[in-house]
T-cell receptor, first 113, second 113 residues
Framework: GENVEQHPSTLSVQEGDSAVIKCTYSDSASNYFPWYKQELGKRPQLIID?????GEKKDQRIAVTLNKTAKHFSLHITETQPEDSAVYFC????????????FGAGTILRVKS | EPEVTQTPSHQVTQMGQEVILRCVPISNHLYFYWYRQILGQKVEFLVS????????KSEIFDDQFSVERPDGSNFTLKIRSTKLEDSAMYFC???????????FGPGTRLTVL
Protein backbone atom coordinates (compact mmCIF):
# COMPACT_ATOMS: atom_id res chain seq x y z
CA GLY A 1 0.00 0.00 0.00
CA GLU A 2 0.92 3.63 0.02
CA ASN A 3 3.61 4.73 2.41
CA VAL A 4 5.33 7.99 3.29
CA GLU A 5 8.67 8.00 5.08
CA GLN A 6 9.73 11.16 6.93
CA HIS A 7 13.13 12.13 8.34
CA PRO A 8 14.41 13.17 10.76
CA SER A 9 12.09 12.26 13.61
CA THR A 10 13.47 15.09 15.73
CA LEU A 11 15.37 18.21 14.73
CA SER A 12 16.89 20.85 16.96
CA VAL A 13 18.15 24.11 15.48
CA GLN A 14 19.31 27.45 16.80
CA GLU A 15 17.02 30.40 16.27
CA GLY A 16 17.83 31.97 12.94
CA ASP A 17 19.17 28.78 11.38
CA SER A 18 17.42 26.82 8.65
CA ALA A 19 15.55 23.55 9.08
CA VAL A 20 15.02 20.89 6.44
CA ILE A 21 12.63 17.95 6.70
CA LYS A 22 12.54 15.27 4.02
CA CYS A 23 9.86 12.83 2.90
CA THR A 24 9.71 10.04 0.37
CA TYR A 25 6.55 8.46 -1.00
CA SER A 26 5.89 5.07 -2.50
CA ASP A 27 2.88 5.62 -4.78
CA SER A 28 4.03 7.14 -8.06
CA ALA A 29 0.42 8.19 -8.74
CA SER A 30 0.54 10.67 -5.84
CA ASN A 31 0.18 14.19 -7.12
CA TYR A 32 -0.53 16.39 -4.12
CA PHE A 33 1.85 16.97 -1.21
CA PRO A 34 0.79 19.11 1.76
CA TRP A 35 2.75 19.92 4.90
CA TYR A 36 0.96 20.33 8.21
CA LYS A 37 2.15 21.91 11.44
CA GLN A 38 0.70 20.55 14.65
CA GLU A 39 1.22 22.22 18.00
CA LEU A 40 0.67 20.23 21.17
CA GLY A 41 -2.97 19.31 21.57
CA LYS A 42 -4.06 21.27 18.52
CA ARG A 43 -5.36 20.40 15.08
CA PRO A 44 -2.98 19.95 12.13
CA GLN A 45 -2.71 23.23 10.24
CA LEU A 46 -1.72 23.38 6.58
CA ILE A 47 1.39 25.49 6.11
CA ILE A 48 2.23 24.86 2.47
CA ASP A 49 1.39 22.39 -0.28
CA UNK A 50 2.60 21.53 -3.76
CA UNK A 51 1.16 19.69 -6.74
CA UNK A 52 3.19 17.39 -8.91
CA UNK A 53 3.27 19.75 -11.88
CA UNK A 54 5.45 22.16 -9.89
CA GLY A 55 9.01 21.61 -8.65
CA GLU A 56 9.18 24.28 -5.98
CA LYS A 57 6.89 26.59 -4.07
CA LYS A 58 7.75 29.31 -1.61
CA ASP A 59 5.76 31.28 0.96
CA GLN A 60 7.84 33.76 2.94
CA ARG A 61 10.19 31.71 5.16
CA ILE A 62 8.76 28.37 4.08
CA ALA A 63 9.49 26.49 0.87
CA VAL A 64 8.76 23.04 -0.46
CA THR A 65 10.66 21.22 -3.20
CA LEU A 66 9.49 18.16 -5.10
CA ASN A 67 11.48 15.60 -7.06
CA LYS A 68 8.96 13.38 -8.86
CA THR A 69 11.58 11.11 -10.37
CA ALA A 70 13.07 10.29 -6.97
CA LYS A 71 9.65 10.46 -5.30
CA HIS A 72 10.75 12.77 -2.54
CA PHE A 73 9.82 16.21 -1.31
CA SER A 74 11.27 18.47 1.33
CA LEU A 75 10.21 21.31 3.62
CA HIS A 76 12.63 24.16 4.12
CA ILE A 77 12.17 26.71 6.89
CA THR A 78 14.61 29.63 6.91
CA GLU A 79 15.35 32.07 9.73
CA THR A 80 13.67 29.81 12.25
CA GLN A 81 11.91 31.32 15.25
CA PRO A 82 10.86 29.79 18.57
CA GLU A 83 7.24 29.78 17.43
CA ASP A 84 8.21 27.39 14.63
CA SER A 85 8.66 24.71 17.30
CA ALA A 86 6.01 22.06 16.65
CA VAL A 87 5.50 18.69 15.00
CA TYR A 88 5.57 18.82 11.20
CA PHE A 89 3.84 16.17 9.10
CA CYS A 90 4.26 15.62 5.41
CA UNK A 91 1.53 13.86 3.46
CA UNK A 92 0.83 12.58 -0.03
CA UNK A 93 -2.37 11.92 -1.90
CA UNK A 94 -3.77 11.05 -5.31
CA UNK A 95 -6.18 13.85 -5.94
CA UNK A 96 -8.26 12.20 -8.62
CA UNK A 97 -9.13 9.30 -6.34
CA UNK A 98 -10.72 10.46 -3.11
CA UNK A 99 -7.75 12.55 -2.02
CA UNK A 100 -7.09 10.62 1.18
CA UNK A 101 -3.93 11.87 2.84
CA UNK A 102 -1.18 9.40 3.71
CA PHE A 103 0.94 10.98 6.43
CA GLY A 104 4.55 10.64 7.38
CA ALA A 105 5.48 9.86 10.97
CA GLY A 106 6.18 13.48 11.84
CA THR A 107 9.21 15.55 12.80
CA ILE A 108 9.50 17.28 16.16
CA LEU A 109 11.18 20.60 15.46
CA ARG A 110 12.71 22.46 18.39
CA VAL A 111 14.03 25.95 17.82
CA LYS A 112 16.37 26.99 20.61
CA SER A 113 16.68 30.68 21.43
CA GLU B 1 -12.60 32.42 8.88
CA PRO B 2 -14.84 29.32 8.88
CA GLU B 3 -13.49 26.30 10.72
CA VAL B 4 -14.35 22.64 11.10
CA THR B 5 -15.77 22.00 14.55
CA GLN B 6 -15.98 18.75 16.51
CA THR B 7 -17.82 17.62 19.62
CA PRO B 8 -17.14 16.48 22.20
CA SER B 9 -13.54 17.54 22.75
CA HIS B 10 -12.98 14.56 25.05
CA GLN B 11 -15.02 11.37 25.38
CA VAL B 12 -14.39 8.71 27.98
CA THR B 13 -16.19 5.40 27.54
CA GLN B 14 -16.13 1.85 28.77
CA MET B 15 -14.94 -0.94 26.50
CA GLY B 16 -17.85 -2.38 24.52
CA GLN B 17 -19.88 0.82 24.56
CA GLU B 18 -20.99 2.68 21.47
CA VAL B 19 -19.72 6.19 20.84
CA ILE B 20 -20.69 8.82 18.28
CA LEU B 21 -18.23 11.53 17.39
CA ARG B 22 -19.68 14.61 15.75
CA CYS B 23 -18.25 17.01 13.22
CA VAL B 24 -19.58 20.11 11.52
CA PRO B 25 -17.59 20.62 8.30
CA ILE B 26 -17.15 24.01 6.70
CA SER B 27 -20.47 24.90 5.09
CA ASN B 28 -19.63 24.82 1.37
CA HIS B 29 -17.42 21.75 1.61
CA LEU B 30 -18.57 18.52 -0.03
CA TYR B 31 -15.77 16.06 0.79
CA PHE B 32 -15.47 14.78 4.34
CA TYR B 33 -12.87 12.67 6.06
CA TRP B 34 -12.12 11.00 9.37
CA TYR B 35 -8.57 10.43 10.54
CA ARG B 36 -7.22 9.18 13.83
CA GLN B 37 -3.98 9.74 15.68
CA ILE B 38 -2.89 7.41 18.44
CA LEU B 39 -0.83 9.31 21.01
CA GLY B 40 2.65 10.02 19.69
CA GLN B 41 2.02 8.42 16.31
CA LYS B 42 1.19 9.56 12.80
CA VAL B 43 -2.20 10.64 11.58
CA GLU B 44 -3.99 7.70 9.90
CA PHE B 45 -6.78 7.83 7.32
CA LEU B 46 -10.02 6.11 8.27
CA VAL B 47 -12.67 7.01 5.69
CA SER B 48 -13.68 9.53 3.05
CA UNK B 49 -17.25 10.49 2.23
CA UNK B 50 -18.75 12.27 -0.75
CA UNK B 51 -22.23 12.57 -2.19
CA UNK B 52 -23.75 10.69 0.74
CA UNK B 53 -21.60 7.64 0.38
CA UNK B 54 -18.22 6.30 1.42
CA UNK B 55 -15.68 6.86 -1.34
CA UNK B 56 -12.77 5.08 0.32
CA LYS B 57 -12.01 3.40 3.63
CA SER B 58 -8.90 2.00 5.26
CA GLU B 59 -8.29 -1.39 6.82
CA ILE B 60 -8.85 0.22 10.21
CA PHE B 61 -12.43 1.11 9.24
CA ASP B 62 -13.98 -2.30 9.87
CA ASP B 63 -17.59 -3.28 10.57
CA GLN B 64 -17.43 -1.61 13.98
CA PHE B 65 -17.18 1.80 12.33
CA SER B 66 -19.81 3.70 10.39
CA VAL B 67 -20.26 7.25 9.14
CA GLU B 68 -23.35 9.26 8.47
CA ARG B 69 -24.40 12.69 7.34
CA PRO B 70 -27.73 12.85 9.14
CA ASP B 71 -28.56 16.39 8.03
CA GLY B 72 -27.11 19.20 5.97
CA SER B 73 -24.45 20.16 8.49
CA ASN B 74 -23.31 17.24 10.67
CA PHE B 75 -20.98 14.39 9.81
CA THR B 76 -20.69 11.62 12.40
CA LEU B 77 -18.41 8.70 13.13
CA LYS B 78 -19.90 5.84 15.13
CA ILE B 79 -17.94 3.10 16.80
CA ARG B 80 -20.36 0.34 17.74
CA SER B 81 -18.41 -1.58 20.36
CA THR B 82 -15.30 0.27 21.46
CA LYS B 83 -12.02 -1.51 22.17
CA LEU B 84 -9.06 -0.32 24.21
CA GLU B 85 -7.07 0.17 21.01
CA ASP B 86 -9.66 2.64 19.73
CA SER B 87 -8.27 5.17 22.20
CA ALA B 88 -6.94 7.99 20.04
CA MET B 89 -7.54 11.51 18.82
CA TYR B 90 -10.10 11.50 16.03
CA PHE B 91 -9.93 14.31 13.50
CA CYS B 92 -12.59 15.27 11.02
CA UNK B 93 -11.54 17.12 7.87
CA UNK B 94 -13.35 18.64 4.94
CA UNK B 95 -12.59 20.25 1.59
CA UNK B 96 -14.33 21.87 -1.34
CA UNK B 97 -14.49 20.53 -4.86
CA UNK B 98 -12.26 23.39 -6.00
CA UNK B 99 -9.11 22.85 -3.93
CA UNK B 100 -7.10 19.94 -2.61
CA UNK B 101 -6.66 21.46 0.83
CA UNK B 102 -8.20 19.54 3.69
CA UNK B 103 -9.11 21.56 6.77
CA PHE B 104 -8.95 19.73 10.04
CA GLY B 105 -11.16 20.06 13.06
CA PRO B 106 -9.75 20.37 16.59
CA GLY B 107 -10.23 16.65 17.26
CA THR B 108 -12.05 14.48 19.78
CA ARG B 109 -9.89 12.63 22.25
CA LEU B 110 -11.47 9.22 22.80
CA THR B 111 -10.40 7.29 25.87
CA VAL B 112 -11.63 3.72 26.18
CA LEU B 113 -11.30 2.21 29.65
Amino acid sequence: GENVEQHPSTLSVQEGDSAVIKCTYSDSASNYFPWYKQELGKRPQLIIDIRSNVGEKKDQRIAVTLNKTAKHFSLHITETQPEDSAVYFCAASFVEYGNKLVFGAGTILRVKS
Amino acid sequence: EPEVTQTPSHQVTQMGQEVILRCVPISNHLYFYWYRQILGQKVEFLVSFYNNEISEKSEIFDDQFSVERPDGSNFTLKIRSTKLEDSAMYFCASRTTYTDTQYFGPGTRLTVL
